[in-house]
């Protein structure tokens, strides 16, 4: 996982992948935009770590797939939450916010 | 992660495989269109966004590889892979692997075979239930002769008690009429009882004998073996109940039993009920061969005697004769099996060894070769698991092709052994003769992990040292310390195993030319010997016998070549009757031995070219217990003295010394069948009898010898007719098969050890031609280059030979028991097995030396 500008922390990158894709279904490229614009600008996730862990997710269940027209009208392949994925989400935000919690309390001791 | 959505997952990607790429590519395809699409917005030339599209998504192949890489099934993905690799590699170079495959076939083929032999001859005593308690018992006269009871005996041990079940078995062969031709097959008639004897004996097809079967009206009945229902009948489905014609008697089939049930002979295939309470069709009282399963509650011997109390009050012919148990499991338990199988098996083993190391060894020498390669492949990011895989699947591939076609070799192998093993061999065995599927199994096992430790090891070694032998394979460096020692040491082992082998075979080969040489004391060539019965009804007295007799005589006296003819009870080589105890010589001195005691007409002698050292040959004058007395007879009872005109006792029977014949030797590896001999005059043909001739130039066809006698008298049964010379070479059969065995194994092992020797120096020579080129340079002549090469040979072959000859030593010891005229230290056998080896490891070590020779210190620079 690598970053132009912060590298993200392991397991960061599918907490914002399924987080990008809760208000709805993306192709690839448009949920790197939506990471960009959700964290302005601070993450910058490049392909040869998007397109892994797309697939990953979809394997596992937590997305689902659809080849649709795209905005210039051509195919592309949309990925959309499962009811698991927004499961998987819910817990994966609560864990985070546990963790960030932590983390910023051990900061201000 | 749902175990179901993953399956579903694994089974897509590697099932739909291609439907799965092309989404990939076309995702990939779209991404870049989009990418483009978003640059040409901001205000970029169509070149420009393109370039820039293309910068941003990477290098596609490597994406692609990333979401290959966390796909379900990514691992049997990656394994197909590498075997497609792996295949790939074998295309390019098979010579080396199909070595491998080759030795690592043979090692299986012949290991499972050998064990199925082993297997069937002494592991299993006989196929049946509790095969312990199953004896063949026979009444046994005083002089060794073994005989079948009266069906009253029978009877009267099926009531004694000291038995669970009594019934009989006897062995036959008929001609049996199918689709207009004939063929002989071996058949038996049995008492419906004996399949519940032997135990879990169930038809294919059909039922077995009830107890009416073979009761007047019901004599029609017979069982078919599976093989000839094939081989005959075509697998008739409706055979049950058909009418087939064996004997010249028309049948009807009851049942079919499956082709491994083999009783009472191991090629029996009809079995026809016999009442031997009924009188026989030709009118001659039956005879029951018993079968007899013991009783737990009766101890052996109790019933032993019992069965001998009873059979004397059932049958009063039987009052000098007692009952001798044949455990039928001790029928496979022939004393030369016993000693010669296990060695043969332990030769195997060995010879398994050296195939298995010397694959490891030729996979090692290849492998480390590619360690340049592994090492790239690490440097470029392949992880450690991932060469190991490469490594694995190679070896699967190896191991898979070898262990297929060792099931091929060793199936060829046992179909061979069961056409072309002498009967001597397969008549010791009730089992049938199927390759063991444990044996392949196992053997195929230990190839594969032969082959997998050879084939992950230098992936391992290549994938630790990468950076660095990256580097140093550049500059053409020796071996890897660890690879080279590990070779070497297999490579010992592989020289100490083949010569550990190649003395047993020597020592083997050595004692059969020894026993095929050895004087016999008699002239073989040239002698037919006719065996015969002349039944009793038939032949009710003395006198139809001596006319019979000589009927025959002249029959075959008439008979172009034929020279002499002599009527004896007893030829050569498996002499008359025995008779042991003790032998009292006129001047007192009593000797316990057993002794052949032939009874002979006068011109035995002559006829078998024994001379006469002492004394004469019979006179038809002779009183009774005039005999003729072989030396080594003569020499136990009269050491030293002429024993013409002695006399000496023998079970309270005197006889009188009127010559002595020249000794005649049995050779055998059991010396106790090489019987002192003397001999009675022949007092007429009684019930079994045999007629020797001796011919020249030629002797007649047997089939003709078979006829005359016939012609002599129609009721005359041959037993059989043989050629002298066929009866002795028989006799070698198993010594010989034996050595023949152990050769070829031996000869396989040296041959593999040769092989590994010259593939492991050739590859040590590649990998010092650096070396060889600067001391060439330096001054080295080729001379000295070439022995350093030899030399590295001789090391590895005289340490090896050095623990063989230990170890060879040792097994000659143990093997003993199988020598005839050689002793373990057998000189003769030492020089060769020396010099074999030592020549073996020179030719081995001659080519490498040569390109070693051939290194020019000019070119070698202009490499690097």
Redesign the interface.
């Known amino acids: 996982m690598a970053s132009r500008r912060t590298s993200l922390l392991q397991g960061t990158l599918d907490l914002l992948i399924l987080k990008a894709l809760a208000t709805g279904e993306l192709?690839?490229?448009g949920v790197s935009r939506r990471i960009e614009q959700m964290t302005g600008g601070t993450f910058l996730v490049?392909?040869?770590?998007l397109?892994?862990?797309l697939?990953?997710l979809e394997?596992?269940?937590w997305l689902t797939s659809t080849?649709e027209p795209?905005?210039?009208n051509?195919?592309?392949?949309y990925y959309t939450l499962t009811r698991?994925g927004r499961r998987q989400l819910e817990q994966e935000t609560a864990e985070w916010n546990r963790i960030a919690l932590g983390i910023a309390r051990a900061l201000e001791a | 992660m749902p175990r179901l959505t993953r399956a579903r997952s694994t089974w897509r990607n590697l099932v739909h495989r291609d439907r799965v790429e092309h989404d990939l590519d076309e995702e990939m395809r779209a991404t870049f269109e989009l990418l483009v699409e978003e640059n040409t917005r901001t205000g970029m030339t169509a070149a420009d966004a393109r370039r820039a599209a293309a910068l941003a998504l990477g290098p596609i192949e490597s994406v692609k590889d990333q979401v290959r890489d966390v796909r379900a099934g990514a691992t049997i993905d990656s394994l197909m892979h590498d075997l497609r690799y792996a295949v790939r590699m074998f295309r390019r170079r098979p010579g080396p692997s199909l070595v491998a495959i080759a030795m690592l076939a043979t090692a299986i083929g012949v290991t499972s075979a050998m064990f199925t032999l082993v297997d069937a001859l002494l592991l299993r005593p006989v196929p049946f239930r509790a095969p312990e308690d199953l004896a063949h018992l026979w009444m046994r006269d005083e002089h060794g002769g073994l005989v079948t009871v009266a069906p009253a005996v029978l009877q009267a041990w099926r009531e004694c008690g000291a038995f669970s079940s009594v019934e009989s078995a006897e062995a036959d062969t008929a001609l049996v009429e199918f689709d207009g031709s004939v063929a002989v097959r071996a058949i038996a008639h049995v008492t419906p009882g004996i399949f519940d004897l032997l135990g879990g004996v169930r038809p294919l097809r059909g039922r077995l004998f009830e107890p009416a079967d073979g009761t007047a009206g019901n004599t029609d009945r017979a069982l078919l073996s599976e093989d000839v229902w094939r081989s005959l009948y075509h697998r008739d489905p409706d055979i049950i109940g058909r009418r087939i014609t064996v004997g010249g008697e028309s049948l009807i089939v009851i049942g079919i039993l499956s082709s491994e049930f083999r009783f009472p002979a191991w090629n029996t295939v009809i079995w026809r009920p016999i009442d031997l309470s009924a009188p026989s069709r030709t009118g001659a009282a039956p005879r029951a061969r018993a079968y007899v399963r013991f009783t737990k509650t009766v101890p052996r011997a109790d019933a032993a005697r019992i069965a001998t109390a009873t059979a004397r009050a059932a049958d009063a012919s039987n009052a000098q004769k007692r009952v001798q148990v044949d455990p039928l499991a001790g029928l496979v338990l022939d004393p030369y099996y016993q000693r010669a199988v296990p060695v043969l098996a332990g030769a195997v083993v060995l010879m398994f060894l050296v195939l298995c190391a010397n694959v490891s060894s030729l996979l090692l020498a290849r492998l480390t070769a590619r360690q340049r390669e592994f090492s790239v492949r690490s440097a470029l990011g392949a992880s450690r698991a991932r060469l190991l895989r490469q490594g694995l699947a190679e070896s699967l591939l190896l191991g898979a092709l070898a262990g297929a076609s060792g099931t091929g070799v060793g199936w060829i192998l046992v179909s061979l052994a069961r056409t072309f093993l002498p009967e001597a061999f397969l008549i010791r065995t009730l089992n049938p003769l199927d390759l063991d599927a444990r044996a392949l199994a196992f053997t195929a096992g230990v190839g594969l992990v032969a082959t997998i430790a050879a084939g992950v090891l230098p992936a391992w070694l290549g994938s630790r040292m990468s950076g660095e032998s990256l580097r140093l394979t550049d500059r053409g460096a020796t071996e890897s310390r660890g690879a080279r020692t590990l070779m070497r040491a297999l490579l010992t082992v592989e020289v100490a195993l083949a010569c550990v082998l190649l003395v047993g075979a020597t020592l083997l080969v050595r004692s059969f030319v020894n026993l095929a040489r050895a004087g016999r004391g008699l002239e073989t060539r040239g002698v037919l010997t006719a065996t015969m019965s002349l039944p009793r009804p038939a032949f009710a007295d003395a006198a139809s016998r001596t006319a019979a007799a000589q009927s025959i005589e002249e029959q075959l006296r008439a008979l172009p070549g034929v020279r002499q003819a002599t009527w004896s009870f007893g030829i050569p080589p498996s002499g008359g009757a025995i008779s042991f105890g003790d032998w009292i010589s006129d001047e007192g001195r009593t000797i316990d031995m057993d002794v052949d005691r032939y009874s002979v007409g006068p011109q035995f002698f002559s006829l078998y070219g024994i001379p006469l050292l002492r004394g004469r040959s019979f006179d038809p004058a002779d009183p009774a217990g005039t005999v003729v007395v072989g030396d080594g007879f003569a020499q136990a009872l009269w050491p030293g003295a002429d024993p013409v005109g002695r006399t000496f006792t023998f079970m309270r029977e005197r006889f009188h010394v009127i010559g002595m014949a020249r000794e005649i030797h049995h050779p055998s590896l059991d010396a106790r069948l090489d019987r002192p001999e003397f001999y009675e005059p022949f007092a007429g043909v009684g019930s079994y009898a045999m007629l020797s001739v001796r011919c020249d130039p030629a002797c007649p066809d047997p089939a003709l010898i078979r006829q005359r006698i016939a012609r002599g008298h129609p009721a005359a049964r041959v037993v059989s007719v043989r050629a002298l010379d066929d009866v002795y070479f028989e006799e070698l059969a198993r010594p010989r098969a034996s050595a023949a065995l152990a050769l070829v194994f031996a000869v396989i092992a040296t041959l593999a050890a040769a092989g590994g020797l010259f593939s492991v120096l050739t590859y040590a020579v590649a990998r010092r031609r650096r070396e060889f080129g600067i001391r060439t340079a330096l001054g080295a002549s080729g001379l000295e280059i070439g022995s350093l090469v030899i030399r590295d040979g001789m090391f590895v072959a005289l340490s090896g030979l050095s623990i063989g000859a230990l170890a060879g030593w040792a097994m000659g010891r143990v093997m003993r028991s199988l020598q005839y005229g050689v002793t373990p230290g057998d000189p003769v056998s030492w020089t060769v097995v020396l010099a074999v080896l030592v020549i073996t490891t020179v030719v081995a070590s001659w080519r490498p030396a040569r390109q070693a020779m051939l290194v020019n210190p000019v070119l070698m620079l202009k490499e690097e």
């Open positions: 192709h690839g490229l490049q392909p040869g770590s397109f892994p862990a697939h990953r394997e596992a269940g080849w795209s905005e210039n051509r195919r592309a392949k698991a």
